[in-house]
């Protein structure tokens, strides 16, 4: 059973932007972090914007300064701006939660992709 719904992805020019949404449907232990995670053909899955409970966030170092992660707790969405898009973002976005480091190391959960809960993925193509 699905909890979490990703959408947003798309097809767009380098340079383009995206707005990815997550909606989670089902109870989540609200003191954990929340993540986006991206897969691109032939590579392996990496975390590349984590949130904690107290919206502490964390950054993969290629989506520093493009990418935004930021969440509405009353609505349970998760949200991923994506600004200045290459090549390389392309991949299929996934997000994910109940990650259990504490606020205040958020990074763990970028570095470790510890996520208890995935959801389905939604893709995005960066392409001239």
Not at 28 to 54: C, K, N, P, Y
Not at 71 to 83: F, M, P, R, T
């Amino acid at each position: 059973q699905v909890h979490l719904t990703a959408s947003g992805g798309g097809s767009v020019q380098p340079g383009g932007s995206l707005r990815l949404s997550c909606t989670v449907t089902a109870f989540t232990d609200s003191m954990t972090a929340m993540g986006w995670l991206r897969q691109g053909l032939g590579s392996a899955r990496e975390a590349v914007a984590v949130i904690g409970f107290g919206g502490r966030t964390s950054y993969a170092e290629s989506v520093k300064g493009r990418f935004t992660i930021s969440k509405d707790d009353g609505d349970d969405i998760l949200y991923l701006q994506l600004n200045n898009l290459k090549p390389e973002d392309t991949g299929m976005y996934y997000c994910a939660d109940e990650c259990y480091y504490s606020d205040y190391d958020v990074a763990s959960c970028l570095r470790l992709g510890d996520f208890a809960r995935w959801g389905q993925g939604t893709q995005v193509t960066v392409t001239s």
